[in-house]
Each structure stands twice: as C-alpha cells, then as structure tokens.
C-alpha cells in the first residue's frame, strides 16, 4: 500500500517537473523577446529596480511552504539564468563570435598567412623618420624573415608639441622600402577621410589605442577590404574590444586582427600592464587572429623576450616589437624600442623557446 502511494507521489511530481519545465521556457522565450526589444532600444539588460519589483510581489504572494528566503533565492537563479540567455544570444549575434564562425579567421599576405596556427611578426620603428632610418630597419626585419614592417605617419600623441609624424610622406617611404625589400606595410591611419588615400599605400590599417572607440573611423576602415590591425583602448573591457572589432567587420571587411597592448592601471614598474589572460579568452570568444604589442605593453627593453613568451605560450597568433637603428635619437618612444642587435637576438631567442610556430 505504502509503495503504491509513493509511486503516486513520485508520478504527480514528475507532472509538475513537466509542467515547471515548459513554463520555464515559455519564461525564456519571453525573456528573449524582452531582450531584442531592449537591445533595438539601447535599453541595459538588466533592470535591477524591476527586479526588486519582480521579487517583493512573489514575496506577498507566497503562501507557502517555502519561506519568503528560498522564493526569494529560487526566482533569483531564474532571474540570473535569463539575463545570461540575453547575453549568450547577443554573443551568438556577433560577426566576430567564435559562436557565429567556429573556424579560425586566416588572413593571407602573399605567402605569409595569420590565423593559421603558424606565428608573425609585426616590427619595425615607431615613427618614420627617414627614408634611411626605415630602410636600415626593414633590412634587419628581412634578414631575419619578418615580412611585416611596421611603422608610423600619423602619430597621436599625448602632447600636441610631441613630433606628430611625416603623414602622408611617412607612407610613400614605408611603401618605397617594403617593395624594395618584398616587405608588407602596417600603419596607423587616424582620420576617416585618410582610410581611402591609405590603401595605396598599406597592407595593413593600424587602429591605435586611442583610436579604438573612433566609430567614424571603424566604419571607414569597415568600407574597405585592406586587412586591419585593431588595438584594445587602454581603458577597454574585451566586450568593448570586440564590439569595436564588430564595427569593421559589420560593414563587410572581415580581415580584421586583434592586438592586446596593455591596459592603464595603477602600476608605475610598466608603460600599461599587459593582460595576458586577454589572448586565451578573445581567442575562445572570437574567430579573429590575436598579436600582442610587447613594446607598448611593458614600455621596458629588459622585459620584452620573457612577455613575447607569455603571449605565444597564451596562444597569441603574433607578436609586435619596435626596432629602430639608433633608439637614442628616436623622435618618439625612444625609451623602449631596441636597437637592430638586440631585435636580432630577440627573434633568435624566441625561435629557439619551441614557442615560434613558423610555416
């Protein structure tokens, strides 16, 4: 008799686990409705005022045998659940989602590729000064098999009285020495009106820092096909990041690659504090490729090799470092970029970790 009445007991709760089930996810398709009418409206996610409101009116109507905490606890998880769905599904929105393309995004240069598994170099002065100082550069980089020559035109400098670079002149030498030398370009471009004029002579747009969140100048670069080198904002969060890169990538130019550069802290010891934890976590959240600026992350010679390192071990598809022939007599960043002997022991070094993944 007794078993009989516990079986009874057992199918009942079996019927309203179905029940709860199915008015859950009717809960859940609800909630994601409410979520696309918020995200077309600009509207924040979570509510916690209606939350609140939501909570206290479940409270007054409980009758229990629950008491007014576990209500308050159960709803709670319910609540949390369906926030996340709302961001999970935003995610899954994303162009530059690992959840929208599960394959990684390969950029070709010739027959250099990124995003293949294999590891690039991005080197070269910080600002072109000359046509002999680029030259002198661009010569170590192609003794030492780097195809990527890095160099600024535009410098947006923290101080209007800081050399601001040659514009347009700088690019023509850029572009002069890498067909010399069978190089390819990376260059920033500052001002949406210049993205156009820019294609002529780059291989690679360079979006700074203090760029990232120029929307203008995302979309630009967003119009055209010209593979872009996007940096994390030193005050950006990763969402903001990708969100950034999701701006190029909406308007059609897909070869779009990720830089971590470091972030502002209160950390004196560094120029910014690179965030290592940033490679692994935009290469599990996106299909885009991942390099890592060391110079502009540490801002210190000493300390370069060790975090080139940590980037590739992190999974980084690259590595960027500043090299010019006289560091010296730099006319920006003279204080950390390093001279061509020792950017020649530096790849030696990090070919030698096991930690290079050459073609």
């Known amino acids: 008799m007794g078993e009989h009445v516990v079986e009874k007991l057992r199918q009942q709760l079996d019927s309203l686990n179905l029940q709860l089930l199915e008015l859950l996810n009717k809960r859940a398709e609800l909630v994601k409705e409410l979520g696309e009418v918020k995200k ?3 509207v924040k996610k979570f509510d916690p005022e209606r939350e609140t409101q939501m909570l206290e009116k479940l409270v007054q109507k409980n009758q229990g045998p629950f008491d007014d905490q576990t209500v308050r606890y159960l709803f709670k998880q319910i609540f949390k659940a369906s926030l996340q769905l709302q961001v999970d599904d935003h ?5 530059v989602s690992r959840k929208r393309q599960a394959e990684n995004t390969v950029i070709s240069f010739g027959d250099l590729k990124v995003g293949n598994g294999s590891t690039a170099l991005i080197a070269g002065p910080c600002s072109v000064e000359s046509y002999e100082q680029v030259y002198e550069a661009a010569k170590a980089l192609k003794r030492q098999g780097v195809k990527l020559l890095r160099g600024g035109a535009f410098k947006p400098r923290t101080s209007p ?3 601001q670079g040659l514009g347009e002149e700088g690019l023509k030498i850029l572009r002069e020495v890498a067909d010399e030398l069978d190089l390819k370009v990376v260059s920033e471009i500052v001002t949406p009106s210049d993205i156009e004029k820019a294609t002529e002579y780059v291989d690679v747009i360079q979006i700074g820092a203090r760029n990232m969140q120029n929307f203008e100048l995302l979309k630009a670069a967003g119009n055209v096909r010209t593979p872009v080198l996007l940096k994390r904002g030193m005050s950006a969060t990763i969402e903001e990041f990708l969100f950034a890169a999701e701006y190029i990538v909406s308007r059609g130019n897909t070869q779009v690659m990720l830089c971590e550069r470091g972030i502002r802290t209160y950390e004196k010891w560094t120029r910014n504090t690179l965030d290592i934890s940033a ?3 935009l290469k599990n959240e996106s299909h885009l490729p991942v390099f890592v600026d060391v110079t502009h992350a540490t801002g210190r010679r000493d300390i370069l090799l060790p975090c080139a390192k940590a980037a590739l ?5 690259g590595v960027m470092i500043e090299v010019h022939p006289n560091p010296a007599v ?3 960043d003279a204080r950390q970029q390093v001279d061509i002997p ?3 022991e530096f790849v030696a070094e990090l070919r030698s970790s096991g930690l290079f993944r050459e073609e």
């Open 313 to 317: 071990a992190a999974g980084a598809d």
């Open 330 to 332: 730099a006319l920006s």
């Open 279 to 281: 490679v692994p976590i």
């Open 91 to 95: 995610k899954k929105a994303l162009l």
């Open 161 to 163: 009285y800081d050399f």
């Open 342 to 344: 020792t950017f020649e």
């Open 40 to 42: 077309k409206s600009g």
